[in-house]
């Protein structure tokens, strides 16, 4: 059974940063895609960053520039580093991790962008 538990949401002034961590159980997590998406209110769930088990990473871009991706295998944890918040960036952030076989979703963390 795999397990995501995200933390590091919360309420940030506009320009602001902050760290989203998610926490993985079982093996899945040193050979899937593990990825950060996002659901503000009245909108569809969308993607904002995937990293391979080798650390090639994908971006959308509307948060190209200013997210960072990065995982510690170590550890089995994936991080999003978000600079340069926006009200826009104010959603519930969810994270992912997938093989060709099947796909596990954290319970997700709030991320609260405003002045």
């Known amino acids: 059974q795999v397990q995501l538990v995200e933390s590091g949401g919360g309420l940030v002034q506009p320009g602001g940063s902050l760290r989203l961590s998610c926490a993985a159980s079982?093996?899945?997590?040193?050979?899937?895609?593990m990825g950060w998406y996002r659901q503000a209110p009245g909108k569809q769930r969308e993607l904002v960053a995937t990293i391979t088990s080798s650390g090639t990473t994908n971006y959308a871009d509307a948060v190209k520039g200013r997210f960072t991706i990065s995982r510690d295998n170590a550890k089995n944890t994936v991080y999003l580093q978000m600079n340069s918040l926006t009200p826009e960036d104010t959603a519930v952030y969810y994270c992912n991790v997938r093989t060709v076989a099947i796909s596990y979703w954290g319970r997700g963390t709030q991320v609260t962008v405003s002045s």
């Open positions: 079982g093996s899945i997590f040193s050979t899937g895609v």
